[in-house]
């Protein structure tokens, strides 16, 4: 076939606004080769038509297709992805969004620890109040199932049972009872201390009396609960430098959390650990 109009390699790269580098790979993956090489000079040759297919492999491309599949969906004979790849790469974009984000609230995170605006001052020693509570102890398989059934089953069930929290003193925490870490398969215990109840019982919420805690570490964690190891390793540091030892298990308290905060690094978590 001959075109009106041919362009060497450098010429074509100049009006596509592609590098010669990026056409040779291109031409050696077999995703675009030149319509005609001179067998004499070894000159290689692109048509004007050419440029449209050139824009649509760098538009899939930008649109996150690998140039594996924009080979194979022309060797098929196709010059756009099936509704199932477009739907895959929706997704895979969807969840590069998720970690770009997360990535964010961490440098954010890192920022301002770095500008030493969270010092170790965020560190309180304070008594914890005791009392009744109203707890439940269950297996979970992530921490994310919490809310969720606080919601749909906790909460229903307290006002069933006419508990009613003191105002002064709010407090509702979770002790994660495993003997090791394992985010899947967590024995988890939710207490939250009450004024009052009918006296009954349930199924899922039953009562208690905990003493009041003399000395406990408290620090306020901001961020995501998959960063809580920072938290805890300047926890332990804190812990070294003052001669103090961890008395019983940790406790975490939810204050502020997807519940009521839009951006994860405005989470508040305070970490309360019994010292002696």
């Known amino acids: 076939m001959k075109y009106k109009n041919k362009f060497k390699i450098g010429e074509f790269s ?10 040779r790979h291109y031409e050696k993956i077999g995703l675009l080769k030149p319509f005609e090489t001179d067998p004499w000079t070894g000159y290689r040759y692109y048509a004007a038509s050419q ?3 050139l824009h649509n492999i760098m538009e899939l491309k930008r649109l996150g297709f690998s140039l ?3 080979r194979d969906l022309k060797e098929d004979g196709l010059s756009s992805p099936t509704l199932d790849m477009v739907q895959q790469a929706l997704s895979k974009a969807r969840n590069d ?3 770009i984000r ?4 961490a440098l954010e995170r890192m920022r301002i620890t770095t500008n030493n605006s969270l010092p170790m001052n965020n560190i309180t020693i304070k008594p914890l109040p005791g009392g009744t509570v109203a707890y439940f102890r269950k297996k979970m398989n992530g921490y994310s199932e919490l809310g969720p059934f606080l919601v749909d089953k906790y909460y229903p069930e307290s006002v069933r049972l006419g508990c009613e929290c003191p105002k002064e003193t709010e407090y509702c925490f979770t002790i994660d009872h495993n003997k090791n870490y394992n985010p899947e398969n967590i024995d ?8 009052s109840h009918n006296n009954l019982e349930s199924d899922l919420i039953h009562f208690k009396q905990i003493p009041v805690v003399e000395r406990a570490l408290c620090y306020s964690h901001f961020g995501g609960y998959d960063t809580f190891d920072k938290s ?42 019994p010292i002696k």
């Open 188 to 195: 988890l215990e939710y207490c939250e201390i009450v004024s």
């Open 68 to 70: 594996e599949e924009i």
């Open 102 to 105: 997360m990535r964010i609230e």
């Open 232 to 273: 805890m390793a300047e926890i332990m540091n804190y812990l070294e430098k003052h001669n103090l030892s961890i008395a019983d298990n940790p406790r975490f308290s939810y204050l502020h959390g997807p519940w009521d905060r839009h951006s994860v690094s405005e989470w508040e978590t305070m970490i309360q650990i």
């Open 51 to 53: 440029m449209d297919e």
């Open 14 to 23: 100049k009006l596509c606004f592609v590098t010669v580098k990026t056409l």
């Open 97 to 99: 969004m998720n970690l």
